[in-house]
């Protein structure tokens, strides 16, 4: 079966940084995507990886080790418009590539 | 512009009736995907498409049903069956590795 842990809630204050963890065990792993949600909205592309290390795009890095079943999500510079939910999840290539998500990280920036 | 939509944004229906969550998209997309989330909680897989004609069950398809007839199309109907239907409900396409998602459909069934 698939299983994606990441937590469930966070807090962290506007400039700092935080790390958003995800430990995943699932066959077929083919990629892992980060999205950003805001309440009630849709889901928006963050970052992908597929080979082991860091992949960093502006503010935002992504980091893969799949030999240890783990990733994670910096945010740097931390702006109140940060706050929303960070889905992990991971890409199936024995299941049409499919996408199972974890439940979530509520990120929640105070000034 | 280019994207998906859903509609409508919010629904309401009572217990015991069918109801049908449209999705289009003109992206030229070949796969598209039915997702429900549950406040709190992670995007679980109802169904998915990834051709004209064929589609397959995800994780969570009981109660649910869909039809692929045109490329741009997916829609996904919520039957009588399905024992918790209130629910923000996401479609998807794709081409290729990543998942752009609609604006998403609030069915609330009472």
């Known amino acids: 079966g698939q299983n994606i842990d990441q937590p469930t809630e966070m807090t962290a204050t506007e400039g700092a940084i935080v790390q958003i963890n995800c430990t995943y065990q699932?066959?077929?792993?083919?990629?892992l995507f980060w999205y950003q949600q805001h309440a009630g909205e849709a889901p928006t592309f963050l970052s992908y990886?597929?080979?082991?290390g860091l992949e960093e795009k502006g503010r935002f890095s992504s980091f893969l080790s799949r030999s240890k079943g783990y990733s994670y999500l910096l945010l740097k510079e931390l702006q109140m418009k940060d706050s929303a939910s960070y889905l992990c999840?991971?890409?199936?290539?024995?299941?049409?590539?499919?996408?199972?998500f974890g439940g979530g990280t509520r990120l929640m920036v105070k000034p | 512009d280019g994207g998906i939509t859903q509609s409508p944004k919010y629904l309401f229906r009572k217990e015991g009736q069918n109801v049908t969550l449209s999705c289009e998209q003109n992206?030229?997309?070949?796969?598209m995907y039915w997702y429900r989330q549950d406040p709190g909680q992670g995007l679980r897989l109802i169904y998915y498409?990834?051709?004209?004609?064929?589609?397959q069950k995800g994780d969570i398809a009981e109660g649910y049903s869909v039809s692929r007839e045109k490329k741009e199309s997916f829609p996904l109907t919520v039957t009588s069956a399905q024992k918790n239907p209130t629910a923000f409900y996401l479609c998807?396409?794709?081409?290729?590795?990543?998942?752009?998602f609609g604006p998403g459909t609030r069915l609330t069934v009472t």
């Open positions: 992206l030229n997309h070949d796969a």
């Open positions: 998807a396409s794709a081409r290729g590795r990543e998942q752009y």
């Open positions: 999840a991971v890409r199936r290539n024995n299941a049409g590539n499919m996408l199972t």
């Open positions: 699932t066959s077929g792993f083919n990629g």
């Open positions: 990886n597929v080979l082991d």
């Open positions: 498409s990834q051709i004209v004609n064929d589609f």
